[in-house]
């Protein structure tokens, strides 16, 4: 179930559903770390969070000891991209409207360099970025 986070009261949701045990598994796919921190808080004790957004903060945004006292197993890196390639293309393809919605900001290639910083800085409330060749 999606739960959008500006007009519903994710832990509360998340509690109710669970009868108030957390999550089991959490994934955190924005790349920040209240993102992170809000993961690993929806957690149940000896749930799992796996992070595949690519957050650059310097320090996670929970330390071992809260992470070791929850009893948690927590998985981080890079999807497969290449292997889901053929499959994704497909599914956007035929939603495209619905794909495009996603990206809050569009470059062309050239300004990739660019485009990064204002996506790493968050700028302009920069979520996702398109880059077109």
Not at 66 to 80: E, F, L, Q
């Amino acid at each position: 179930t999606p739960l959008n986070y500006k007009t519903t009261d994710v832990q509360a949701a998340i509690w109710e559903a669970t009868e108030g045990r957390g999550a089991d598994l959490a994934v955190e796919a924005v790349g920040s770390g209240v993102a992170t921190q809000t993961a690993f808080d929806l957690l149940r004790p000896g749930g799992h969070l796996s992070a595949v957004g690519v957050c650059t903060d310097q320090q996670l945004a929970f330390g071992p000891v809260a992470a070791y006292d929850k009893n948690i197993t927590y998985s981080i890196g890079r999807c497969p991209a290449r292997h889901y390639m053929p499959i994704l293309l497909s599914a956007a393809l035929q939603d495209a409207d619905r794909l495009a919605s996603v990206f809050t900001h569009r470059f062309p290639l050239a300004a990739g360099a660019r485009a990064y910083r204002i996506f790493a800085e968050k700028n302009d409330h920069c979520m996702k970025v398109l880059l077109r060749p």
